[in-house]
């Protein structure tokens, strides 16, 4: 009959539908259950130390490896990466305090002031920056940190960084006095990773404010609101989780960002930043370091807690997203609750 068959053609793109939908979660069960297996000598090997402490000595990888606590190791062996926790937060939270209001007030520009006809444009070379591969935005910043020097051979990014340490109010702040270093660290790695995600939070706010209904400004405009008012009072709070959902991408983003951090953090290894200046190094950054030495372990543990790590940045990751899911619940609960 003529209703069976729609009813087994539904059934049947339902299905189709399911798989595919299924397939990015089942890639990712896939990766890591690959990666917990072939780093588990190294997640026995190394224990709980591995996050709690900051030593990374991948031993004398150029003799016999031995037996250490039942999984073949070079001799001295000792992988602890509290460092690369510190430096891949801390550089997010550089990035993120720089490029939030930077991406948020590019947005309401876009969708609040430039005229129509020439917003497409303007918002083109927006969305290009993010097209822009890492390593360029690494050069560039190369290039900000050594311009510019003066007759001592000071650079102006490190005439900036000699400032920022020795005038208030950031240099009665600990983390911002100190020593100003030489440009490669926190600070620039920061810098640089924030224009690479200012993008994603300019494009998904601007769309979000452009889709706002015209009678919500209309009927702010109406009860006396000047545009600014109606900007912040009005079409902000009402984007408020499209904002939380596209700084929590840009954070996604900038915690597995490698080439263009590892070019500019100054690779620390064992040590976290006394102050804003100072060298880091990511987890992110480290393994595309560490990836070409490690090949010389011929008992394959220093690869193996190299993807321990991955597996440490990927939880991290997966945290985050829940952390981001959970609080646009909470805030569109919040707003249901606000409404009369």
């Not at 990712?28 to 990666?35: A, K, R, S």
């Not at 996604?252 to 080439?259: N, P, S, V």
């Not at 992110?284 to 372990?297: N, T, Y």
Request: proline share 6%.
């Amino acid at each position: 009959m003529p209703g069976s068959d729609i009813i087994r053609r539904i059934f049947a793109f339902r299905t189709w539908l399911a798989i595919a939908a299924g397939v990015l979660p089942a890639c990712l069960v896939i990766i890591f259950g690959f990666l917990v297996i072939y780093a588990w000598p190294a997640i026995g090997y190394n224990g709980l130390d591995f996050i709690t402490k900051s030593t990374w000595n991948t031993g004398d990888v150029y003799s016999a490896p031995v037996i250490q606590h039942g999984v073949l190791a070079p001799p001295g062996a000792q992988f602890n990466i509290f460092f690369l926790e510190g430096g891949t937060i801390l550089t997010v939270l550089v990035a993120i305090v720089i490029a939030y209001p930077i991406g948020v007030a590019a947005a309401v520009f876009l969708a609040e002031v430039v005229p129509g006809a020439i917003r497409s444009f303007v918002s083109f070379f927006v969305e290009l920056l993010a097209a822009v591969p890492s390593i360029v935005f690494g050069l560039w910043g190369i290039a900000v940190i050594s311009a510019f020097p003066d007759k001592g051979g000071v650079t102006l990014f490190q005439q900036v960084c000699n400032w920022l340490a020795s005038h208030p109010p950031l240099a009665w702040i600990p983390f911002f006095s100190g020593d100003p270093g030489n440009g490669y660290g926190l600070l620039g790695a920061g810098v640089v990773l924030s224009f690479m995600i200012v993008p994603l939070i300019t494009s998904t706010v601007r769309d979000a404010l452009i889709a706002q209904p015209a009678a919500l400004r209309e009927a702010a405009v109406a009860l006396g609101a000047r545009r600014f008012e109606t900007i912040r009072k009005v079409l902000l709070p009402s984007v408020r989780g499209v904002t939380i959902g596209a700084t929590i991408l840009a954070i996604g983003r900038a915690l597995g960002e490698t080439m263009a951090v590892l070019m500019l953090c100054g690779n620390a290894l064992g040590t976290l930043p006394k102050n804003i200046f100072g060298s880091i190094s990511t987890m992110a950054s480290f393994i595309a370091s560490q990836l070409d030495s490690a090949g010389a372990d011929t008992s394959g543990l220093v690869v193996k807690s190299l993807a321990e790590i991955a597996i440490v940045l990927g939880l991290m990751s997966l945290i985050v997203n829940t952390s981001a899911r959970l609080l646009l619940t909470l805030s569109g609960a919040g707003q249901m609750r606000d409404r009369p």
